[in-house]
């Protein structure tokens, strides 16, 4: 947690520099949502309010490899997916991408470029409410076993007697 706030605070000081220097390193981050849901944070819920029921393809993002094409790592492949989900946010003015699927592209002519696609769902967090009967109803209604805890084999019991509300 304490390198993400330090890559955060030195990705601002950058910012503040100009545009002069060139950048030695780029980190992004954006929320992606599956079609299920991990966790409640307890009072607060939201709805998400779609900002458009058809696939958006939001276009090629380009970035530059680290290394050569060879030594190219999965986790940089994964950081450049973040990038271009990140930017996708970005263009569409969205909070998250809903199931985004990647075209991850590395060419012959120029192997030190991937170029990263991201089509899906751009979605804004809307109406941030305390906890209600009615939401926890839904809940029990779409997991009636509890929220599956993706840390373990558990579940998140979503009945009052639990302390669910």
């Not at 002069?20 to 009072?43: G, M, Y």
């Not at 940089?76 to 985004?100: F, G, M, Q, S, T």
């Not at 899906?120 to 599956?148: C, S």
Request: glycine share 4%; proline share 4%; charged share 25%.
């Amino acid at each position: 947690m304490a390198a993400v706030l330090v890559f955060s605070c030195t990705a601002a000081s950058a910012q503040k520099r100009g545009k002069e220097e060139k950048e030695a390193f780029v980190e992004k981050s954006a929320r992606e949502a599956s079609p299920h849901f991990q966790v409640f944070v307890f009072p607060q819920i939201c709805d998400l309010q779609m900002l458009s029921t058809e696939r958006v393809d939001f276009g090629t993002f380009s970035y530059p490899l680290s290394n050569d094409l060879s030594r190219m790592t999965n986790g940089e492949l994964e950081n450049d997916k973040a990038r271009a989900l990140h930017d996708a946010c970005r263009v569409y003015n969205a909070d998250i991408i809903i199931e985004p699927m990647y075209t991850s592209v590395v060419y012959d002519a120029d192997q030190k470029t991937i170029h990263v696609g991201v089509t899906g769902y751009p979605a804004k967090y809307v109406k941030f409410r305390t906890l209600n009967d009615k939401d926890l109803e839904m809940i029990k209604v779409l997991y009636p076993m509890g929220v599956p805890d993706n840390r373990s084999d558990r579940h998140v019991l979503t009945v009052a007697e639990e302390g669910a509300k």
